[in-house]
Every structure is written in structure tokens, then in C-alpha cells.
């Protein structure tokens, strides 16, 4: 069965600092990896994808990650982070669809919160 | 902008009162998700469908039904909520089931009395 772990509930970082949202995974075959953000009161925002190819995965508003697959992990990073990227996170996971199942499982979830 | 339209907003019934909640989008995706979220917790998806094959989820209560009679639209019905059922139900889209992302709509916030 595919999982999705966020270990971090809350994270804190300072406006202009590096900031990392981590995520690991586990799935029976190649995974799909995903990062949503959502805003309060707000639908889930796509951000990057992972899916084959390059470790390194850029997205949007200057966010990245970087797949694992020794670490079975999909850390979420940005290397400054803004006061307006504050938000509620979420990694989600999917096996290859070809062979395991078809939707997405979600991890619980990880608030950013950047101090001015 | 092409996008998932979720109404209300904001839907309050009473305990054991039929509801009904719409999502539709101008994305033409074929593939359409109804999530449940509770207190900023990880969605939980109730089922989708697949063109017009409908996917339940194993643990979806009973009580919770879908419909998608046109490529456009889809709806949730809730045949008696209960208390348990208040929560925010997000209505998503996407291309196929394999490597594209799910569009989400902004939610619909149902409150029980």
C-alpha cells in the first residue's frame, strides 16, 4: 500500500532564510510525487511534480524539491523564503498507475509559517 | 481562466436534511475527485470517476453519493448528514489518472445544525 509521511506539523523560518518541508514516501513500484499548497479557506494549489528524470524538480513561486530514491524521500525547499509563502503544505504520493492504485494519498500535512 | 468551480461556498443544513453540493469546470478534464477535509488534516478522497465510470472508496460511508451527468459537472449528495459530516468538501479535476496534476476547486464549507 502507498504512504506519504510529513514529520513536521509546523515549520518556522525567518523571512529571506532557506526553508525545507520534508516528505518521505512509500510505494510498491516508481512513485508519482506531488506538493499542493493550500491557502486558508482555499482549494489545494498544484506546486511540482515528480515523476521521472532529474532529482532536482523546480516548480512554481521559486519552490523545488529534490526525490530521494535511496532515502525513499521528497523534500520541499525554497532558498528564500517569503512572509506570503505561508500556508498549509501537503505531499501526496501515487504508485505508477499502471500497476498499483490510482489515486493519490496525501500526507498530513505540514504549516509554514514565515516571520517577518 | 479555465478552472473548478465549487457552490456554495458555504452550505449549512440541518441534521438529517438532504444536501446537495455542485462542482463544475471548464478544464474539459475527464477525470473528477470529491475530497473531504476536516480541520486542515490531509483530504480524503470519497470517490471519482473516470469518464463515467464511477471509483468508490472502500471506507466512503453510504450516506454519501455522487452524479456526473455531462463532462462538466459533478455533484455530491449527502442523503442524512450527521455532525461528523461538517467539514470542507473539495471538488478536483485532472487529465487521466497517471502524471498530471489534480485541479482543485476552492471548496464548499458544510455546516451541520
Known amino acids: 500500500a502507498q504512504s506519504v509521511a510529513q514529520p513536521e506539523d509546523q515549520v518556522n523560518v525567518a523571512e529571506g532564510n532557506p526553508l525545507t518541508v520534508k516528505c518521505t514516501y512509500s510505494v510498491s513500484g516508481n512513485p508519482y510525487l506531488f506538493w499542493y499548497v493550500q491557502y486558508p479557506n482555499r482549494g489545494l494549489q498544484f506546486l511540482l511534480k515528480?515523476?521521472?528524470?532529474?532529482?532536482l524538480v523546480k516548480g512554481s513561486y521559486g519552490f523545488e524539491a529534490e526525490f530521494n530514491k535511496s532515502q525513499t524521500s521528497f523534500h520541499l525547499k525554497k532558498p528564500s523564503a517569503l512572509v506570503s509563502d505561508s500556508a498549509l503544505y501537503f505531499c501526496a504520493v501515487r504508485d505508477d498507475p499502471r500497476t498499483g492504485r490510482r489515486a493519490l494519498t496525501f500526507g498530513s500535512g505540514t504549516r509554514l509559517q514565515v516571520q517577518p | 481562466d479555465a478552472m473548478v468551480i465549487q457552490n456554495p461556498r458555504y452550505q449549512v443544513t440541518q441534521f438529517g436534511k438532504p444536501v446537495t453540493l455542485s462542482c463544475s469546470q471548464t478544464l474539459n478534464h475527464n477525470v473528477m475527485y470529491w475530497y473531504q477535509q476536516k480541520s486542515s488534516q490531509a483530504p480524503k478522497l470519497l470517490f471519482h470517476?473516470?469518464?463515467?465510470?464511477?471509483?468508490n472508496e472502500a471506507d466512503t460511508p453510504d450516506n454519501f453519493q455522487s452524479r456526473r451527468p455531462n463532462t462538466s459537472f459533478c455533484f455530491l449528495d449527502i442523503r442524512s448528514p450527521g455532525l461528523g459530516d461538517a467539514a470542507m468538501y473539495l471538488c478536483?479535476?485532472?487529465?487521466?489518472?497517471?502524471?498530471?496534476?489534480?485541479?482543485f476547486g476552492d471548496g464548499t464549507r458544510l455546516s451541520i445544525l
Open positions: 470517476y473516470y469518464d463515467k465510470d464511477f471509483n
Open positions: 478536483a479535476t485532472s487529465r487521466g489518472e497517471g502524471s498530471q496534476p489534480q485541479h
Open positions: 515528480y515523476i521521472t528524470g532529474d532529482n
